[in-house]
């Protein structure tokens, strides 16, 4: 019996491994950074979110070390039973006010917010009209709530118009939009002021996953329905990117909102709380980017996109348009994409080939991803690194 599964893991392990599709981990054996120790040689990084480069930022790591003196290593319960620190209110109030809203309550993820927002809120009267290309957190979230789903493609509002047309026709009580606000994968930032249009025709409520655009995108980093100048009821987000880079993930909303998930929300019931150390260094990392040093941080970042973006178009490779400092660099073939990011480390450029089911079959890539952090001249070097091995290989 237990034999036949072994051999069902080793054999399905085997097929992942046959078809080129194996993700390995590659261990970092330094402070996340634009340069960081991989296999005893310090390599440049261009693959971590770590948007506004605070991940190893001194203030930040020891706001995380005088929290965890205070506050000690953890609360050992959930929130709701003896786990609520003062750190957390704190964290919950500064999250919120920075990106606008009335209230916020945290979860151990951004995964775990995502499931957690839509059980509690909607239930089988309701609709909720997900992008297609949504992250899979929202698309678990989506799974465990009993409204009907319907799904329009990536980004087309035409399609977003006939699904909510279809959901009022169904009779649906409440429809939330559910969007990621920047797709992670493409680096997309999604329509919000047409989503905004649409959701007021069809009196919908929306939803946006920030996790890629909170701290950097808009006017303060307040994310991308402040770069797109409208109001979202929802946002849900992490300070596992640009907030920080720890870990942890929240839900902005008005105050009854909040209150009825901290009643709710079963990744909030049912988990411990947000370690000290981590509301901490996440404190800081919002302190940071809400300031004029956000400011020069993410003029930073834009710039180093922009021109890593042109120096890679002009060196021949295929882009994903856009303005995001997430740029895939398009290989289509997953073997390809792993042995483009192979030789790519041993040029002394940490990029990872992401593929199948991370992103569809036959769409393989390198997915880089600039940080304030760089330089213009690791820009540089990284796409003499990338020009040096896209040769080698055929894609340019
Ligand atoms: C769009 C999106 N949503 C949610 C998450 C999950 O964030 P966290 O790492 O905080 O669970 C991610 C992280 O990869 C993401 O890219």
């Not at 994310?223 to 942890?248: E, I, P, Q, R």
Request: overall charge negative; some cysteine.
């Amino acid at each position: 019996m237990t034999a036949s599964f072994h051999d069902r893991v080793a054999a399905e392990l085997g097929d992942i491994e046959a078809q080129g599709l194996t993700k390995p981990e590659r261990v970092i054996a330094s402070r996340q950074g634009p340069v960081i120790t991989v296999g005893g040689r310090q390599v440049l990084n261009f693959c971590a979110n770590n948007y506004l480069g605070l991940a190893g930022d001194e203030r930040v790591v020891q706001a995380g070390i005088r929290a965890q003196e205070g506050w000690g290593a953890g609360t050992a319960s959930v929130r709701f039973i003896c786990g609520t620190l003062e750190i957390h209110k704190q964290l919950e109030q500064a999250i919120a006010g920075y990106l606008g809203f009335e209230d916020a309550i945290l979860f151990a993820a951004a995964f775990d917010a995502n499931g957690g927002i839509f059980e509690p809120l909607f239930g089988a009267e309701d609709a909720i009209v997900s992008d297609s290309l949504n992250h899979a957190s929202i698309i678990d979230g989506v799974r465990l709530c009993k409204a009907k789903r319907y799904r329009f493609a990536n980004s087309d509002m035409a399609d977003l118009e006939a699904q909510l047309k279809q959901a009022r026709a169904d009779g649906a009580r409440d429809i939330v939009i559910a969007t990621d606000g920047a797709f992670s994968m493409d680096g997309y930032i999604a329509k919000l002021k047409d989503i905004r249009a649409l959701a007021d025709r069809y009196d919908a409520l929306i939803m946006v996953d920030d996790c890629h655009a909170t701290g950097f995108l808009g006017p303060q980093g307040r994310g991308s329905y402040a770069h797109h100048g409208v109001k979202v009821d929802f946002v849900t987000g992490t300070f596992g990117k640009a907030l920080g880079g720890a870990m942890g993930g929240f839900i902005c909303a008005t105050t009854p909102v909040v209150q009825l998930l901290k009643q709710r929300a079963r990744p909030y019931l049912f988990s411990n709380a947000l370690s000290p150390a981590v509301c901490g260094s996440s404190l800081e990392a919002i302190r940071i980017a809400g300031g004029e040093e956000g400011d020069r941080l993410r003029e930073q970042l834009f710039a180093n996109a922009a021109r890593f973006r042109a120096a890679m178009a002009g060196a021949g490779f295929n882009l994903l348009p856009g303005e995001h400092p997430i740029i895939p660099v398009m290989l289509g073939d997953a073997k390809l994409a792993q042995d483009m990011a192979a030789r790519m480390l041993e040029l002394g450029v940490y990029v990872i080939g992401f593929s199948f089911p991370v992103v569809p079959r036959g769409q393989a890539r390198i997915r880089t991803q600039m940080s304030a952090a760089h330089t213009f001249d690791q820009i540089d070097q990284a796409v003499a690194a990338f020009t040096q091995a896209g040769k080698e290989l055929g894609v340019i």
